[in-house]
């Protein structure tokens, strides 16, 4: 697009040079700048930006949920990382539940709702197709991905050594037992149509059970995990950390799996934005996704995960003891059925993980949700000819990689293709991104 025009590499280099903070970038990740910076700072930090980087607007309203992957909005706020690239008024704001941020997102800022935040994957594309927005359209543009992992399976404690694990044939005649005994295995998500119902579903058809004939799904927002579980309504829960850990914690139940272990370096959660907000502010659209570029270097930054422990877990944000993100933050896992981890390569990732770039937006994970998505019906079949189009319109990665030059990220951090490749699965099962119908043939449990 025409307003998203490339400042010049040398251009901006000169323009770091001139400010002391950018030489956190990247290198000196270890060394971050203090806390929010005052109006005096921000001032000299808009000063010296170009022309061509001032944002258009210094005010956005972020929409986030108090789970592990908005992490990146957090820190991109707290740490001035978002100031220091002219968005001086940042507004992060808490969500109740998914519900409450397509509300929120579908209404916009203006009316009192967002401007776009964190999205469980394929949100953006539902909302823009006005499928969970009661057939009221309202394009989104998605625009990184914040995170991967930072998800598990927890079932209750009434269930340990019943063989309930990542791949096991007890799984099945459990649920085949309590549903011929009239009480179906009840299983919750946060989300309809989203991806902490696909890790869930996913990991059941593995295990040959079907989730729309032999269980019970629910929908249940993160806040209500830990007392459904306690109260025992729940078999099993699919959410974001801290609340599966949380379980293990509290002796409420365990982990059957983590979601790095179903599919290792999996897409997580997302930045999506109104589109009109974006056509109207690319210069600011840019200036955001510096900032949280820049953070998701930070928190990769396992050094400073003690730091960000102590930000994120505070009442303002996830309202959590950091006792709680301390271990599982550095990839320590107690799955509490005497199953250990403990791999910083399991831990949430925000800007690398062992595949390559954690941040930019691969179109080819975006086919999948898509995919996965008539394979459980919530899209016709016949949307699987046109996904790669919808993609296209909806997935604005040249915007990521625009902003990506110009914050002088290496050239060798900036993916050269829009498709990661052929994906694969904790039950050996692959998806060719240029064969998505191949994949949809090999699955022996599914609606289409």
């Not at 179903?262 to 997302?270: D, G, Q, R, S, V």
């Not at 003690?306 to 877990?313: A, M, R, W």
């Not at 990665?397 to 052929?422: C, F, L, Q, V, Y």
């Amino acid at each position: 697009m025409s307003n998203f025009n490339n400042v010049s590499r040398r251009r901006f280099i000169a323009v770091a040079g001139a400010t002391a903070v950018s030489s956190v970038l990247l290198k000196a990740c270890g060394n971050p700048p203090a806390a929010t910076p005052t109006a005096t700072s921000a001032q000299a930090t808009k000063a010296a930006l170009t022309t061509e980087q001032v944002p258009e607007t210094t005010k956005v309203r972020l929409g986030y949920l108090p789970i592990v992957e908005s992490v990146a909005l957090i820190i991109a706020k707290e740490k001035g990382f978002f100031a220091k690239y002219g968005m001086t008024d940042v507004e992060v704001s808490k969500q109740a539940n998914w519900g409450a941020a397509r509300d929120n997102v579908k209404i916009g800022a203006p009316a009192g709702g967002i401007d776009g935040g964190q999205w469980q994957m394929p949100m953006p594309y539902l909302i823009s197709e006005g499928i969970i927005t009661d057939n009221l359209k309202v394009p989104m543009y998605v625009l990184l991905q914040l995170n991967t992992h930072g998800n598990g399976i927890a079932i209750a404690g009434k269930h340990k050594d019943k063989g309930v694990g990542l791949k096991s044939d007890k799984i099945k005649p459990l649920i085949d037992k309590m549903k011929s005994e009239g009480t179906k295995f009840k299983a919750a998500h946060t989300f309809p149509k989203a991806n902490q119902e696909f890790w869930i579903r996913y990991w059941l058809a593995a295990n040959g059970v079907d989730p729309d004939n032999d269980i019970e799904l629910l929908t249940v927002p993160s806040a209500q995990t830990v007392a459904n579980m306690k109260t025992g309504t729940m078999d099993a829960f699919s959410t974001g950390d801290p609340w599966p850990y949380r379980i293990v914690k509290e002796k409420i139940g365990f982990l059957s799996a983590l979601t790095a272990e179903i599919w290792k370096a999996h897409p997580e959660e997302y930045l999506a934005m109104r589109a009109d907000w974006v056509d109207k502010n690319p210069k600011a659209t840019k200036a955001l996704l510096k900032g949280i570029m820049e953070a998701q270097q930070w928190c990769d930054n396992f050094d400073n995960r003690k730091e960000l422990v102590q930000i994120v877990s505070t009442k303002n944000y996830l309202s959590v003891a950091p006792e709680v993100l301390d271990e599982l933050m550095m990839g320590k896992y107690d799955l509490g059925d005497g199953r250990v981890i403990d791999d910083k390569s399991m831990a949430p990732l925000y800007w690398k993980d062992s595949k390559g770039s954690v941040s930019y937006p691969y179109q080819s994970h975006d086919l999948w949700f898509l995919t996965e998505s008539v394979r459980w019906g919530f899209l016709p079949k016949e949307s699987l000819a046109t996904a790669k189009d919808l993609i296209k319109k909806v997935n604005r990665e040249d915007i990521w990689r625009e902003a990506a030059k110009e914050a002088g990220i290496p050239a060798a951090d900036i993916p050269t293709s829009t498709s990661r490749g052929i994906e694969e699965f904790f039950d050996g099962v692959k998806f060719d991104p240029e064969n998505p119908q191949a994949y949809l043939d090999s699955l022996k449990i599914k609606k289409a």
